[in-house]
Every structure is written in structure tokens, then in C-alpha cells.
């Protein structure tokens, strides 16, 4: 099996969990609840993605709605493809991206750690480019308890009569067949479950998550971390940032390994050296000052952005040393 492989059948488990969770909104043995959301988010650059948040309280008949757009949404895909450069203006199919190369855990921060204000003035909604609706299903028991997230960003104000209309009274919002300037639209931009998401609109996704701009940003403050921990030298500084260059994929191995935060452990880089020479499971070399030699070749960065990211692993049942995609379970004795 090849890597590429390897990958989309990896991506597609974690569709059909997302479609396991979706299916469980409709068993009557659970319970499932939705806070629905209207938001302000800032596409300029190095500014906080979230200006504005406010809950939008919502109808029985629009939570109907919200979970059949969700549902129908996923439905629509058997196959899911990882963000890369090859696919990177296209809406046709559903991707995948960790949520870790995000700023998503922004928007999550906004929702948990605010009380926030209930809109109620219809005339303020059409200033909001986005709405987000939290999803959370569980049948009783709090370990057992899935939360999912769908957005949908709109770009223009939400002012748009089309696909489902509803009113907004001073209580909350229901659907109507009257005519409104206010809708659910039938399809959403991403949805977010666990450290994965599943994006829908590539273009709106990367406009409204500063998806390009963050990354760069992220791999200049990273690279220069590196060398502050004496990683890497001067000349390996410039080196990998100019080898890394646009390659999103790179960037995002980049930016993983650095929000893990192994390498910056005291005792990370004499574990490095214990495994690249005296184990020989590595392919890196060093330099006499003991910092790491950065070489103009993709090959090799990868390598070093796999060993940063301590994603080489041995199994346990067959010994083999692998690497590894996604995120390590930490094993809880019984």
C-alpha cells in the first residue's frame, strides 16, 4: 500500500465516524441539543478571527432544520481528500484538515469561556457573516458524549432571501414561509468533530480562517523558536524557511509538531541524538555543537518535521517502527 492510500483510507474512518455521530441524531434513546450562534469573523490580516459572537435562540423547527442540513451535507460524500496544494481552490469534493493548523480553537474559546449575549434585534443580524451551530449528542452518560461543530460563512451580510427563511421575534427564531431577508443555507462551509475538520468550501474556508496568511506566520515564529532552543543554528534558520517556502503541507507538519510541544522538553534533543545515532531510527544528521543540520531538500525536512513531532512510533504486537498520522492516545492503566 502507498502513502497516498494509506492517508484517504485513514481520512475516510474518520468520515465514516463523523457519519456514525450524524446517525445518532436520529435515535430516540439519545439526546441531542443545539446552541446556535451568530458571528462577526475578521478576514484581515493579524487580527483575531472572532470580532463579534452572540447566541441566536432558536426554534424547535430550526434545530430540525440545522440537524437535516448536517446530515444531508455529509451524506453527500463517500470519499474525503486531504487539504493539499493539488486541491486547494476546488468545492467539488469534502477535505479534511487537522484542527491543530487552525485558529478554530478561538471560535471554541469564544463559546465556552464568555456569557454571552442573546441577539434579539433582527435589524443587528444582517451585520453577521457567519453562523455556527454547537451540536452535542449524547444518551446519558457524560464519557459518552460527542460535541460536533457546522459553519457556515456567509462572506456578504447575511441578507440574502433563499433556500430555508425564518423571523426572528424578540424570543427567538422560527422558520417562516413568509418572505424574509434572513436564511439557513443548505449547505456549510466546515464542520469540526474531535481534532479533525471536514471542510466543505475550500475557498470561503481558507478566506474566513486566514488559513494561508496564519501558516506563514505560524512557520516564521516556529522556525525562530527552533533556533532560540538552540535546535538549530543560524544557517539552518534561513535554510528551512527557504525550503519549507509555500509547501502547505510542510507548514502544516511544521505547525503540528510545534503546537505538540515535544521538542521543547529539556530532555527532547538528547532523546533526538539517542534515536537518530546510537538506535539508528532516524535520518537526520547533527551538527559538532550538537544542533541539527538543515539541508535545501524536502525529503529530508520532512524526515526532521516527523522526528520533531515524535510521530515515530514502535507497535506494540509486532514491534514494528512506524509513523504515525493523527494523534497519539494516551493509555490509561485500568
Known sequence: MNNVTYIHDGLNVKLEQLKNVCGYLSQPDMY???????????????????????????SPNIEDKLKKILVDTINNYDYIYPLQDINVDSNEHLYHEQVESTDFHCIKEKIYNQNLEAISDPNKLS?????????????????????????????????????????LNKKQAELTNNPSEFCLYDTLTFIVLDDSIFVREVDKFQTVMQYIERLENR????????????????????????????????????????KSGYYKNPAFSDALKQVVMTDKLGFIEFHDDGSIVIKEDKAYIKELLILLHDKRVR???????????????????A
Open 32 to 58: 441531542v441539543s443545539i446552541n446556535m450562534y451568530v458571528a462577526k469573523l475578521n478576514c484581515k490580516k493579524e487580527s483575531p478571527i472572532v470580532k463579534d459572537l452572540k447566541q441566536l435562540i432558536i
Open 127 to 167: 451585520s453577521y457573516n457567519s453562523y455556527i451551530y454547537q451540536v452535542t449528542i449524547t444518551d446519558g452518560s457524560p464519557e459518552n458524549e460527542r460535541i460536533l461543530y457546522a459553519v457556515k460563512y456567509i462572506a456578504n451580510s447575511w441578507k440574502l432571501n433563499q433556500c430555508s427563511t425564518f423571523f
Open 219 to 258: 512557520k516564521q515564529a516556529t522556525v525562530a523558536e527552533l533556533k532560540d532552543l538552540n535546535l538549530i543554528n543560524n544557517d539552518g534558520h534561513a535554510i528551512l524557511l527557504k525550503t519549507i517556502g509555500t509547501d502547505k503541507t510542510l507548514m502544516k507538519q511544521l505547525v503540528s509538531a510545534q
Open 315 to 333: 507497535t506494540l504486537i509486532l514491534q514494528q517502527v512506524v509513523d504515525v498520522d493523527g494523534n497519539l492516545l494516551e493509555h490509561k492503566q
